[in-house]
């Protein structure tokens, strides 16, 4: 069974500035993907960034980019130039290739201070 | 319209009441799914189900059962309804390689 594990349940970073949420996972599979979704106050989960484990190059989208280190079988997430509306909370996921069944890390609970 | 709805939004029950949580999809996918998240524990795997005929416990089924009536349509039912299960409520769908996933905007249950 596939465990994700999120060591940071809340993190704070001032607006405009950098920040780095933490994400480790276990598996015996080679093929997978991983997730970072976001939870603002309005609960609705919306995908941030997905990264295909036969993919070194790490994902980009935006001012979102993620450090893949597949055999450190890390995912980590940096925010860039963080906004207001970054506020949320932030979940690690991992799919198997054959499965596609989303397993979730426990959530990171991001404030951006103004 | 969202591609994936799930009513109701929000319901207070009794314990001890049968619940259904209704959840609809217009993407078209095979694949549905029935999470519950609550405070400290992320979103965990209730159901799911790969097609119409294929249902399948997740990593929390007790206390839960599901019907998947059409390819569309994926119900949560919980027959007896008791405090523990007060949870928000995600139905999501996939499609394949690579997953995508879309999630509805959640029920949130409280059991009284």
């Known amino acids: 069974a596939q465990t994700v594990t999120q060591s940071q349940p809340e993190m704070s970073v001032q607006e405009a500035e950098t920040v780095t949420l933490s994400c480790t996972y276990d598996?015996?599979?080679?093929?997978?993907?991983l997730f970072w979704y976001k939870q603002p106050p309005s609960r609705q989960m919306i995908l941030v960034i997905r990264?295909?484990?036969?993919?070194?190059q790490n994902a980009t989208e935006n001012r979102f980019s993620v450090n893949f280190q597949k055999a450190a079988k890390s995912f980590s997430l940096k925010i860039s130039d963080s906004q207001l509306g970054d506020t949320a909370m932030y979940f690690c996921a991992f799919s198997g290739a054959g499965s596609y069944q989303l397993t979730f890390g426990k959530g990171t609970k991001l404030s951006v201070i103004p | 319209d969202a591609d994936v709805t799930q009513t109701p939004r929000n319901r207070i029950t009794k314990t001890g009441k049968r619940i259904m949580l209704e959840c609809s999809q217009t993407k078209g996918h095979d694949r549905m799914y029935w999470y519950r998240q609550d405070p400290g524990l992320g979103l965990r795997l209730i159901y799911y189900s790969f097609d119409v005929k294929d249902i399948n416990k997740g990593e929390i089924s007790d206390g839960y059962s599901v019907s998947r009536q059409a390819q569309a349509k994926f119900s949560l039912s919980l027959e007896s309804a008791i405090p523990n299960q007060t949870a928000l409520y995600f139905c999501?769908?996939?499609?394949?390689?690579?997953?995508?996933?879309?999630f509805g905007s959640g029920t949130r249950l409280t059991v009284v």
């Open positions: 598996t015996s599979e080679s093929n997978y993907y």
């Open positions: 990264q295909e484990a036969y993919k070194q």
């Open positions: 999501a769908t996939s499609d394949t390689d690579p997953p995508g996933y879309t």
